[in-house]
């Protein structure tokens, strides 16, 4: 009998682990709308970061609307300012390949890019979690997330791997995007930038 129970709380809880995902995921998708696309997304993003950084900070039981309301609301400029350099920064980094690729035809060049996007992927990786976890300012952010992705490369590692996994994963099951797509995305990552933020955290108290 003790483990008939002990089975159904785990499909229990699993259950309600599955339906906050598939909650946070539509939060995101309806704030990210509201905010007419391109100026939703990165509020939502920082709010979808903070309630699973407040999970992963044993705080399971948080009113996730409330939360991400509240964060979205109050971290809109702030996270807009973050979000649309990065979205520059991609989109000049995009152009910058193609004309070297299509047209310049300089390896040297090439490679120079290439290196740039690698540092440029591992500080955008990191800086929504960052985002979420101090209070810095603005331009200390971008500092922070480079910083946290170079001292800890096992979890910068960790987290390229999980998403090369759940591209595939979505390649076989694209369905799931829709139903848990950024929370899917956002969680393997706010879990390792977690870890080495705690880590770096633990290192420079000792």
Known sequence: MTTMNGIFKWFYDLGNWLAKVMYLHFLWIIFTVLGLGIFGISPATAGLFSVLHKWFDDDFDIPIFQHFYS???????????????IMGLGAFLYIDMNVSKDMIESFPLHLLLLFVTFLYSITTIYLFP????????????????FFVALARPLETIAIAISMLLLFYLFSYLPVLLFFIGASIIA???????YRACVQIEEKKAS
């Open 71 to 85: 964060v979205y609301k109050t971290q809109f400029f702030k996270a807009n300012g973050l979000g649309l350099i």
């Open 130 to 145: 960052v985002f979420v976890r101090y209070n810095l300012t603005f331009f200390l952010y971008f500092k922070q997330a």
């Open 187 to 193: 969680l393997p990552i706010m879990w390792f930038a």
